[in-house]
């Protein structure tokens, strides 16, 4: 297959979870270079270093950090999307181009070299800052399951000139963001229409007119920075178009807090003109599953870089299977292994043109290989192998990785790959092919409690997300009663059902009708009440 064209996704609102990048610190310098400029910035204005909360045990969770420390919250998410992207340009990756979800266009404009990641720090602070000096209204803003037309008529009933269409993600999903009063409203018409309405964990009610006294001021605090040249085009879901030089970046950055987002039209746009691989440079993977949404799986690759059912290791696979990765020391190898009369320039057009068909062929003639091996071989242990939900820790190395090591290779060790990604050694001692030479044992999981009375509501929503926290090998702090497993975990309805299953056996519940739907289930929320209901 060819490798498609690539755009990265930067999140926005709600891409945190505890801990996202500690697996990831200590195995890529770019993320801990990227992470002492901001806390330096955090130390300084913030008095706290954000790091803190991305790379250990005195991690926050998201609840806590939006009630006490929405400041910190911003710059956390911040954080992780400009690490993440450092961390995979580092492997190799070039993007053709890079959008911002909202908030995400600053992680994207600095990714894309207009910024340092300190000035990027600095803006972020100078952000929530001139937010709370214009003190803003009470707000807030609620994802409603309806197109935009849809969410509009609604609020033409509710009747606020300042709660408007914020944030346009796909057919299904569109963010309304206002008054509180009247953004509670419109879930209200939106859940007698039969539509769900889930309140937006955000600090302040982006994107409406209730921002307009703060865009003056925020202007004015990042004026100083003026920005660079960008090094890679960004797409700007908010400008629906691409940045020029000619633009006034920080300018453009104070109006997005009262503009709209229209984010499924930059991901179509971006799709016809030859984007099939969207990555995620964030937590969580609510942008790919976006992404997929608006234009299909058909011939689309979407990789979530900080997913913690899986981790960057296995985005790292995702991304060098799909022929979008060429790490710089490994085209140098693969450069004098395959093409050595090629000059540097063309070997990398046609590599990132035929890569992935030409891995795919050596891993189909090294399984060939390993059929025919006398026993005691040493497994191939491949891309092809897909990770273990009871098992994310060890994920496979990137295939083009282990065709650096074709060549020079002349003992009995086939590489293999930790959870970041990075090639390890099987070692001799683990030749024959044992399960504890290449995957870790079964995680336990929490089962529901065993059929019988049911329990209160609130334990049951205990219950269930130990279960499913266990299950999925999310934090739980990504649950809440209202989390759409899938829309914002990026569950799909098969694992669902599975789950459902489970669950329904544990609880002893009927079985289920013929007109039954996963689809309306997408909740711990929904979950517990079918319980009870039974």
């Not at 911002?100 to 992680?107: D, P, R, V």
């Not at 939106?190 to 964990?201: E, F, I, N």
């Not at 079964?442 to 299950?471: C, I, K, N, V």
């Amino acid at each position: 297959m060819t490798a498609g064209k690539v755009a990265v996704l930067f999140p926005g609102q709600g891409a945190y979870y505890q801990g996202a990048l500690t697996n990831v610190l200590e195995s890529f310098p770019e993320v801990r270079a990227v992470l002492e400029e901001i806390d330096a910035v955090s130390e300084k204005m913030l008095n706290e270093r954000v790091s803190d909360n991305l790379t250990n045990g005195k991690a926050r969770p998201l609840d806590e950090l939006l009630a006490d420390a929405p400041d910190l919250l911003q710059l956390a998410i911040y954080g992780i999307s400009v690490a993440a992207f450092g961390a995979l340009r580092g492997q190799g990756l070039r993007p053709e181009v890079l959008i911002g979800h909202s908030f995400g266009e600053i992680a994207a404009l600095v990714s894309a070299g207009a910024f340092t990641a300190g000035e990027g720090a600095e803006i972020v602070c100078h952000r929530t800052a001139a937010l709370r000096a214009a003190g803003v209204p009470d707000g807030g803003m609620a994802a409603l399951s309806a197109d935009a037309a849809t969410a509009r008529r609604i609020l033409d009933l509710v009747g606020d000139a300042d709660t408007v269409i914020a944030v346009e993600n796909h057919a299904g999903q569109t963010v309304v963001s206002g008054g509180a009063a009247a953004v509670a409203k419109a879930g209200a018409v939106a859940a007698a229409l039969g539509l769900a309405a889930r309140p937006v964990k955000s600090p302040y009610p982006f994107h409406s007119p209730l921002l307009a006294d703060a865009v003056s001021e925020f202007g004015a605090r990042i004026r100083h920075l003026t920005g660079k040249p960008l090094e890679l085009p960004v797409f700007s879901p908010i400008l629906s178009r691409r940045y020029t030089d000619a633009d006034d970046l920080t300018a453009a950055l104070a109006g997005h807090l009262v503009q709209p987002v229209r984010f499924a039209d930059a991901v179509r746009a971006v799709h016809a003109e030859g984007v099939t691989v969207f990555v995620e440079s964030g937590a969580l993977d609510a942008l790919t599953t976006i992404a997929r949404r608006v234009v299909g799986d058909t011939g689309l690759t979407a990789v979530p870089s900080l997913s913690p059912m899986s981790g960057i290791g296995a985005a790292i696979t995702g991304l060098a299977e799909a022929g979008v990765l060429a790490p710089a020391e490994v085209d140098d190898v693969l450069h004098r292994v395959f093409a050595p009369d090629l000059d540097v320039v063309t070997f990398q057009r046609a590599w990132r043109a035929n890569g992935a068909r030409i891995i795919d062929l050596i891993r189909r003639e090294l399984v060939d290989v390993a059929g025919t091996t006398a026993a005691g071989a040493v497994p191939l242990v491949g891309a092809a192998a897909s990770p273990s939900f009871a098992s994310p820790a060890i994920v496979p190395a990137p295939p083009v990785s282990a065709l650096a090591a074709v060549a020079p290779v002349t003992g009995g060790g086939v590489t293999a790959g930790d959870a970041n990604g990075r090639p390890t050694a099987v070692s001799g001692a683990a030749a024959d092919g044992s399960a504890s030479a290449v995957s870790a044992a079964p995680a336990a999981e929490t089962a529901p409690a065993a059929a019988g009375s049911t329990p209160s509501r609130s334990q049951l929503l205990r219950e269930l997300t130990s279960f499913y926290a266990d299950a999925l090998e999310y934090p739980s702090e990504v649950f809440d009663e209202d989390t759409d497993l899938e829309a914002e975990l990026g569950v799909d309805s098969v694992k669902q059902t599975e789950l459902l299953g489970r669950v329904g056996a544990q609880y002893g519940l009927p079985p289920r009708p013929a007109d039954f739907k996963v689809g309306d289930h997408n909740t711990l929320g929904r979950i517990a009440d079918l319980i009870i209901a039974a």
